[in-house]
């Protein structure tokens, strides 16, 4: 996989290469979306974790969303597994007569530390466009 370094074999968390051939390589553009993300990801996240402690299962759900659908964008395939496996979680929950949330905290948790990672490799790049 090609990451944001542009570097084959790269350990990225992003494919930079695969948003920007959808753009038909508008660097500009790709950096606007890049910005939009590191700026919203932390509320994004804030609002997932929010959900989960007031227990609603509904803006859980919206926010994984919305946390899944900005993730795809960059390719980001490890942030949008744990988005869908929490999905399942809560799909199972809802099935089972507790509706049990003692897991959504830690799926929470690690789906945000890979948003954080996502947006700390994002901004890498940024800034090397910036330079």
């Known amino acids: 996989m090609v990451g944001s370094s542009g570097k084959e074999g790269?350990?990225?968390?992003?494919?930079?290469?695969?948003?920007?051939?959808?753009?038909?390589?508008?660097?500009?553009?790709?950096?606007?979306?890049?910005?939009?993300f590191l700026e919203n990801s932390p509320a994004l996240c804030q609002r997932l974790m929010e959900a989960v402690e007031r227990g609603d299962r509904v803006?859980?759900?919206?926010?994984?969303?919305?946390?899944?659908?900005?993730?795809v964008l960059f390719s980001g395939h490890c942030c949008v597994d744990l988005a869908k496996k929490f999905e399942v979680a809560l799909r199972d929950d809802q099935r089972s007569a507790n509706g049990g949330h003692a897991e959504w905290r830690a799926m929470a948790t690690s789906l945000c530390a890979c948003v954080q990672r996502m947006a700390d490799e994002l901004g890498t790049h940024i800034d090397s466009q910036d330079q």
Not at 11 to 17: A, D, I
Not at 27 to 33: I, M, S, V, W
């Open 59 to 71: 803006a859980v759900k919206d926010a994984l969303h919305d946390i899944r659908s900005s993730c």
């Open 10 to 36: 790269d350990e990225s968390l992003c494919n930079l290469e695969y948003l920007l051939v959808n753009l038909g390589r508008n660097q500009a553009t790709a950096n606007r979306l890049i910005r939009l």
